[in-house]
């Protein structure tokens, strides 16, 4: 059985360095396989929306991303299981939103972040097939702030309004009826 790998936290400097990009034999290795499935296994345990390498002391440009009936986000839409390789986001439009968010390396916390509604994403998937798509609403904001991880960027870095910053429980009491709302909107026009 595997065990879900441990979480760097905010301030370990593991998470502020820009994580190296893999060659395709190394990802297709048994070493990075298994590693892959440590990933989403320590996703899945920890309730994460996504997890990049570099939280489970990785320095790879590796990510993953699901959202499936998420207790940490009860109001946020599906998205597929996803492991991204090497990814490069580049915006797909000038729009933006506000996006409240949190991060599984800095714990108790949300805040609100802008993020692009569209973005085209190039990446591997992990058996090394190219992937080449566009993701929207808030599956494009979940993919910038895991890519974000990867380029040694924490959420906080993006917050515009000190004031937004919350405890969980906070934005439970305070912000999330809103902010439930604010998605539901965003997903009736984008799909997710
Ligand atoms: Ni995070």
Redesign the pocket.
Known sequence: MRRPLRIAQIGHPILRQPTRILTREELLSEEIQSFLDDLVETMREAS?A?L?AN?VYQSLRICAVEVRNNSRYPYRPNIPLTILVNPVLTPASDETFINYEG????PNLRGQVRRHCEVHVEALDREGNSISTVVKGMTAATYQ??VD?LDGR??LDRVEDPNSVVTLENFQRYCMDKVAADVEALVKRYGS
């Open positions: 994460g996504g990049a939280q991060c599984l390396s800095v702030h895991e991880h924490i959420f």
